[in-house]
């Protein structure tokens, strides 16, 4: 066995560690961050039954029911945090999308849709429209008199936005704009309130007025009166899902159909009576991007929420497995609790540490996102900043959320696949948000062109011995200290001799020297291999971004972890209570040299640990730091501060050990009474 530091080896906790605590209710007020009382109240509406999920009810009863609970935010007065206070609103932009993170433990269907018609429809008006669509549009939007759809995708094109194929042409003669779906792929698909509810819709379309196509923006469009769709529109439900069925998600698609000049939203591009165009964004890309950026909320709340259903998962195994018993190890007659098991222990605690590393990381992104929005911290920068953040952390998150909830139904064998246990029903729910809100891998290719266009940027004419002497200073200073997580420690010069001399692999200067060795030596890399590809053919440089495509991704995903690694770091610096911060320490160590364990091939590869220090890794998991925490994972998923009426799970509401204890206390006294039957296996061992 290697080991990583000169105490002896053992499989067992102190008996100091089994005892002491952790402060779970300062604990449980710090996770849930600045907007703490946005949580909370959020969490008082979903613990209320008319908030939450009923399993048994037909897909048209799932509909009605979650457009009901639609009026009931209204009534709640739910909806308004984030809109102007001349709307009633209170312009508290990071507070609303707190709320609305906690939603999905009543039911992700709720929170999908008031996101479609508060996060996305509502909010395409606020930050797309001017001030004629703000007071004539968004008081009937957030009363919901007006519900809408969101209609950017198309059948044909989701994550090439800048490609779809609905036009808006305008009419000087009559200054009208046609909105015209010209074919079948042009269709806007999976639309949220498309099928059944929605009145009204968003709708993107390539703006073309005097001959020119000035790409694509958005127009408020009526869709439907109470009989039917309105002339010139069309559509489809798109039926049953795989998840999500609460929504009436569809498609819809027009035929000409004529919307004033005015119904426009022309934050960023407006069209004069007589046809001319004007922006104030001189640039076609960057005006597109800076508009879509506008709507990066969506990344950031399904980021938040897909936190808090790893959370709710991981309360309801661990719970479990802190009651649930299965084999007689130890003692003859008492079977063990199944979280002592080390492969138990080995399945959710390193996905507990990620939770909590996601989660800290959320609270740097949703801080990010109110500074851009309320205006406090908003230059070009950091929008930019902004963007490429919600895009390095929502892919993991939602797919670690995924992972998370299939692991804790696994973990609670066939109770978890019950429908009452909630996670088989969280997971087909959860599905669908790695690709909506921008495909994942998609995202992370968006991650990667920045961090190659800050490459470029300090080495644009570097010589071969530049490039191989870049060092961390460029993930330290571009990519950490600019998203307000911590800056790094130390430049490393050398990596390839520094990190294979490390000796203590375990402690947080050398896991932050060997996470960020990967991300800029993958970076640096790529740069190196994309360097000319300006000087090729469009075809060629094509062809070199794709034979390199997966190694882009792969850069973007370390670079993500990173700053997971990282938030978890800084956010240890604010803990008082010296068991609260041992205790998180050793799961912030679990997280960090989980990255490393997972990606030992690359560090094999690369000369940056030997074998030896390899090995030492998952020694130092499974032998110290599993455990340790095991004691307190209980108080760890304690502190996330949920309430049977957010959990909703019978196997986490103490059935499991009241079963327990009853079958415990039967044979108990039936040993006591001498009436226990003669086990065969005692009898032969006697013969």
Request: aromatic share 8%.
């Amino acid at each position: 066995m290697t080991q990583l530091d000169d105490r002896p080896a053992t499989t067992t906790s102190s008996a100091a560690e089994k005892t002491a605590g952790i402060d779970t209710a300062w604990l449980g007020d710090y996770l849930l961050g600045q907007w703490a009382d946005a949580r909370r109240h959020a969490r008082g509406l979903v613990a209320r039954p008319e908030f939450q999920r009923v399993d048994d009810l037909s897909l048209a009863e799932q509909r009605e029911r979650t457009f009901g609970q639609l009026k009931l935010l209204v009534e709640e007065g739910a909806v308004h945090r984030a809109f102007p206070k001349s709307l009633g609103g209170d312009d508290d932009h990071g507070g609303n999308i707190a709320s609305f993170e906690e939603i999905v433990l009543a039911d992700p269907s709720l929170q999908i849709k008031s996101g479609v018609q508060w996060g996305l429809f509502a909010a395409a008006v606020l930050h797309l429209g001017t001030e004629r669509h703000h007071a004539r549009l968004l008081p009937d939007i957030l009363d919901l008199t007006t519900p809408g759809a969101f209609a950017m995708t198309e059948t044909g094109h989701g994550s090439d936005v800048a490609a779809i194929g609905t036009t808006a042409t305008y009419d000087e003669k009559t200054e009208e704009f046609v909105i015209h779906t010209p074919f079948r792929a042009a269709w806007k698909d999976y639309l949220g309130n498309a099928a059944q509810h929605g009145r009204a819709a968003v709708v993107f379309a390539q703006l073309i007025t005097k001959g020119v196509n000035h790409g694509v923006h958005a127009f408020y469009l009526p869709i439907r009166d109470d009989k039917g769709f309105l002339p010139g529109v069309g559509g489809e439900d798109d039926g049953l899902k795989g998840g999500l069925n609460g929504i009436d998600n569809g498609r819809l698609h027009f035929d000409h159909v004529r919307v004033p000049r005015e119904d426009l939203l022309n934050r960023y591009g407006d069209v004069a009576a007589d046809g001319t165009y004007t922006s104030s964004i001189a640039s076609p890309g960057r005006r597109f991007f800076t508009m879509i950026g506008t709507l990066v909320q969506g990344r950031v709340s399904l980021d938040g929420a897909s936190v808090v259903s790893s959370k709710l998962a991981l309360y309801i195994a661990i719970t479990y497995g802190s009651q649930r018993r299965q084999f007689t190890a130890a003692k003859p007659t008492e079977e063990e609790v199944i979280l002592d098991y080390q492969r138990h222990q080995r399945r959710l605690l390193p996905r507990l540490a990620t939770t909590y590393a996601m989660s800290f990381a959320h609270e740097k992104l949703l801080t990010a996102f109110d500074g851009v929005f309320s205006g406090a911290r908003a230059t070009d920068a950091d929008r930019e900043d902004l963007e490429t953040l919600a895009a390095a952390l929502k892919p993991l998150s939602t797919w670690a959320a995924l992972d998370i909830l299939q692991e804790a139904r696994e973990a609670c064998g066939g109770a978890g696949f019950l429908a009452e246990n909630r996670l088989t029903q969280l997971r087909a729910d959860l599905d669908v948000y790695v690709t909506f809100e921008g495909d994942n891998n998609v995202l992370l290719q968006l991650v990667a062109k920045r961090l190659l266009t800050d490459f470029s940027r300090k080495f644009a004419k570097a010589d071969a011995g530049a490039l191989a002497g870049y060092v961390a200073s460029q993930v330290g200073s571009a990519a950490v200290h600019r998203f307000g997580l911590r800056q790094l420690a130390q430049n490393v010069a050398d990596f390839g001799s520094t990190a294979r001399s490390v000796g203590y692999v375990r402690d947080t200067d050398s896991q932050r020297q060997l996470l960020t060795d990967r991300v800029q030596t993958m970076v640096a890399s790529l740069a190196g291999r994309l360097r000319n590809a300006n000087k090729l053919s469009p075809a060629d440089a094509a062809d070199l971004f794709n034979a390199n495509q997966n190694e882009l991704i792969e850069a973007a995903r370390a670079h993500g972890q990173l700053l997971q690694w990282e938030a978890f770091t800084e956010a240890l610096a604010e803990v008082e209570d010296a068991e609260t911060l041992k205790v998180l320490t050793w799961l912030r160590d679990l997280f960090g040299l989980g990255l490393i364990e997972k990606n030992l091939a690359w560090y094999l590869i690369n000369g940056r640990l030997s074998g030896q220090r390899a090995l030492a890794i998952t020694d130092y998991i499974d032998d110290r730091l599993l455990p340790r925490l095991r004691p307190h994972a209980l108080d760890l998923v304690e502190a996330f501060g949920f309430v049977p009426g957010q959990v909703r799970a019978t196997i986490a509401s103490g059935v499991e050990k009241e079963r327990q204890q009853e079958a415990a206390e039967y044979y108990s006294a039936l040993r006591a009474s001498g009436d226990a039957p003669v086990d065969e296996k005692s009898l032969t061992a006697k013969r």
